[in-house]
């Protein structure tokens, strides 16, 4: 992998949520929980991938292993921005478009 060729970037996003324990839950928390927005999260990495549909990003890369990857779909994604632009092309770059 060569990280030259990968931006790095902030993706601002929105995440869904899920609330309750198993069995019954209280209608009136849930209620009040319901009308709470959901929360806005950031994350910063290395992007690799980007698509219609979601953009995947590791916080860590080396020459054999990397990190857990995030996969953020385009309809979460509030911004995106480039921190560090890619200072060589990926031979795919060029076949890639997207809106993001």
């Given at each position: 992998?060569?990280?030259d060729t990968l931006p790095v970037v902030e993706v601002v996003w929105v995440d869904a949520e899920e609330k309750g324990?198993?069995?019954?839950n209280d209608i009136k928390?849930?209620?009040r929980?319901?009308?709470k927005p959901?929360?806005?999260m950031h994350t910063v990495g290395y992007e690799v991938h980007r698509s219609d549909s979601h953009v995947a990003i590791l916080s860590?890369?080396?020459d054999a292993e990397c990190?857990?990857?995030e996969k953020i779909p385009t309809g979460f994604i509030v911004s995106r921005t480039i921190l560090r632009p890619p200072t060589?092309?990926?031979p795919s770059s060029a076949k890639t478009k997207s809106s993001i």
């Amino acid at each position: 992998m060569k990280i030259d060729t990968l931006p790095v970037v902030e993706v601002v996003w929105v995440d869904a949520e899920e609330k309750g324990e198993i069995g019954w839950n209280d209608i009136k928390e849930m209620m009040r929980y319901a009308k709470k927005p959901c929360p806005t999260m950031h994350t910063v990495g290395y992007e690799v991938h980007r698509s219609d549909s979601h953009v995947a990003i590791l916080s860590t890369i080396g020459d054999a292993e990397c990190s857990t990857m995030e996969k953020i779909p385009t309809g979460f994604i509030v911004s995106r921005t480039i921190l560090r632009p890619p200072t060589k092309k990926s031979p795919s770059s060029a076949k890639t478009k997207s809106s993001i």
